[in-house]
């Protein structure tokens, strides 16, 4: 699959490119779903990185698994975290512990790259550090503004907020902070009259 | 309660409402009778005496009634005021302006008295007095931009600097016209006004931001931005959206007069001596249209900016709906005469 084309977009929201080889003494990647293949091409460039990576991977929300093509480049670590949150410690840890020229790649969905650079951004790298490419789903990760929580890989505009319950439109408008988008309650001004859901974010 | 300020409420029974003399200075954010964006920044220096312009940071009749208002606002939602762990000492600048204004502006009001970093603050309309170590943060109830903007009207913003741009890192919101700072916390100056719509295309935010970036301490700048809100509610969040989103299709042409506000902001811009940051007071003035009619300039003015207005800008005010409804209150006021140009009721 190639890179996704998006529409132009509202300043908020984060662009993204191609990985390519880093040059640095250690290489951490962080993919989901689909971005397991623009791991594989950045490896099908060159050996170079091979000895010095470290490779964790979460299956797409839409059950996409190339954990076996993954495993097959022969890195010294590959991970396979069944979710982001469940990978967040070993991130955590994997940041902290880095040296001067650790190389960061994020590759997949909006969310877990956003969640990648603001884990990298926490441990002291800047959000320019971490190399993204979009693959895949374009589900999106919303903060509900009313009650805060965060619904993952939402597909619908509008839709439910798996915390309080309210409908919520999908707003462009992207937090890097939070690594999510704005949902706002659809009916607030005529409760009840809440349009039918179409698949937006596929 | 003094008798120099009102006591009055912002939600509930909504008793707000503006005395003649707070009608006569309210400030009216349209020179002339169309509306579009501009970025329309001028020196923020003293005014005539009695204007909102008069002093630094304005204190009305609506002072403490207001800081009531926001108590409540934190007390249900603590995040709207948040400050990011760099934004200490600009907390510092902060309370230090606003200090050193009022204790100089409105003297019978405030005092201020330093023996060294040893501070005295008294703060007698909300009967707070405060003996602290200034740039010592554990000798204040609050971090320094909190205490000081639990007595200050208006919403407060603090940007910090860098790789020229300016970062939205700090801010007590309550007063807000629809924005989330628990969202917007950390964001660059583009992307903070990402939602707003036409102004990038215009080149609005390159030429205010090239300008913000270079500006000075010790002259501070001020613009209007403005906007319509049914019932005096100065908390018009997002985050509670679905609590006065209903307030607004329940209006009828008999009640609009006494429910619909036009609500103004004056912005002020200072840089900040110590932490380079730049403090964004934004300061709402609400003004129902019964009160706003009384003047006849302002009124014809009102009309023709309401009724010619780009229904893209109304929909992002949130007015679009009622804007009929508007368009058949102020139509009667407007005699079709010219108005002078300038924000002066004549």
């Not at chain 1, 509900?144 to 009650?147: E, G, L, R």
């Not at chain 2, 309660?1 to 120099?4: C, G, I, P, Q």
């Given at each position: ?16 490119g ?79 512990d ?10 997949g ?17 800047p ?16 903060q509900?503004?009313?009650?805060k929580?965060?619904t ?39 409760p ?11 | 309660?003094?008798?120099?300020f ?20 309210f ?11 501009s ?16 002093h630094m ?11 009531r ?29 606003i ?11 405030f ?35 909190e ?6 009207q208006?919403?407060?913003?603090l ?15 309550t ?10 916390i950390g ?27 270079k500006?000075?301490?010790?002259a ?10 049914v ?8 985050e509670?959206y ?13 009640t609009?007069?006494?429910r619909?506000?036009l ?6 811009l ?6 380079n ?10 003004i ?7 003047v ?6 009102l009309?023709?900016?309401?009724r ?9 005010k ?6 009929p409804?508007m ?5 009667p ?5 010219p ?8």
């Open positions: 699959m190639i890179k996704t084309v998006f529409e132009p977009a509202i300043p908020s929201r984060p662009t993204y191609v990985l390519t080889p880093g040059v640095g003494s250690a290489h951490l990647f962080v993919a989901d779903g689909e971005g397991a293949d623009a791991v594989c091409d950045l490896f099908a460039q060159g050996e170079g990185l091979k000895a010095s990576s470290h490779i964790i991977y979460i299956p797409g929300a839409n059950g996409c698994d190339r954990s076996a093509a993954l495993q097959a480049l022969g890195v010294p670590q590959f991970h396979r975290s069944p979710s982001f949150a469940a990978a967040q410690s070993r991130l955590a840890k994997v940041l902290a880095a040296h001067m020229g650790l190389q960061v790649y994020a590759a969905t909006e969310g877990l790259m956003a969640q990648v650079a603001a884990a990298a951004q926490h441990a002291g790298l959000y320019e550090a971490v190399q993204m490419e979009h693959r895949g789903s374009l589900a999106r990760r919303v509900c503004v009313h009650c929580g965060v993952e890989n939402v597909t619908l505009d509008p839709f439910v907020c798996s915390h309080c319950g309210l409908s919520l439109f999908v707003r462009d408008h992207f937090s890097r902070r939070l690594a999510a988008f704005q949902g706002v309650n659809i009916d607030a001004e005529d009840g009259l809440v349009p039918a859901s179409v698949e937006r974010f596929k | 309660m003094s008798l120099d009102n006591d009055e409420t912002f939600r509930g029974d909504f008793t707000f409402k503006n005395s003649a003399k707070a009608i006569k200075r400030p009216f954010p349209f020179p002339e009778d169309s509306y579009m964006y970025v329309n920044m001028e020196p923020h220096v003293p005014g005539p005496v009695g204007s909102v312009f008069e940071f304005d204190v009305d009749e609506h002072y403490v009634s207001e800081m208002d926001r108590a409540q606002v934190l007390a249900d939602d603590p995040l709207r005021c948040q400050s990011l762990p760099h934004m200490e000492l600009a907390g510092w600048d902060l309370l230090e302006l200090m050193e204004s009022k204790a100089r502006d409105y003297p019978h009001w005092s201020l008295t330093k023996d060294g970093n040893q501070w005295h603050w008294v703060n007698r309309p909300l009967q707070i007095e405060q003996k602290f170590t200034f740039l010592d943060a554990s000798t204040l109830p609050y971090g320094p931009m205490y000081i903007t639990r007595q200050t208006g919403d407060f913003t940007q910090d600097q860098r790789d020229d741009d300016l970062w939205i890192e700090a801010g007590m919101v007063t807000q016209a629809d924005w989330s700072l628990d969202f917007d964001m660059s100056f583009k992307q903070w006004h990402a939602p707003v719509p036409l102004a990038h295309q215009m080149g609005i935010f390159d030429r205010a931001l090239k300008f913000l970036l500006l000075q301490h010790g501070p700048v001020r613009r209007f931005n403005w906007t319509m809100t019932d005096p509610l100065l908390d018009t969040s997002p509670n679905p609590k006065w989103g209903p307030g607004k299709t329940t209006m009828t042409p008999q609009i007069g006494h619909q506000h609500r103004v902001e004056l912005q002020t200072h840089r900040l001596p110590r932490s940051a730049i403090a964004f007071p934004i300061r709402c003035y609400l129902r249209f019964e009160e706003l009619v009384t006849p300039k302002w009124a014809r003015r009309h023709r900016v309401v010619d207005i780009p229904d893209e800008l109304a929909t992002y949130g007015f679009l709906r009622n804007k409804l368009l058949e209150y102020l139509a006021f407007d005699d079709g005469q108005t002078s140009p300038g924000f002066a009721p004549e």
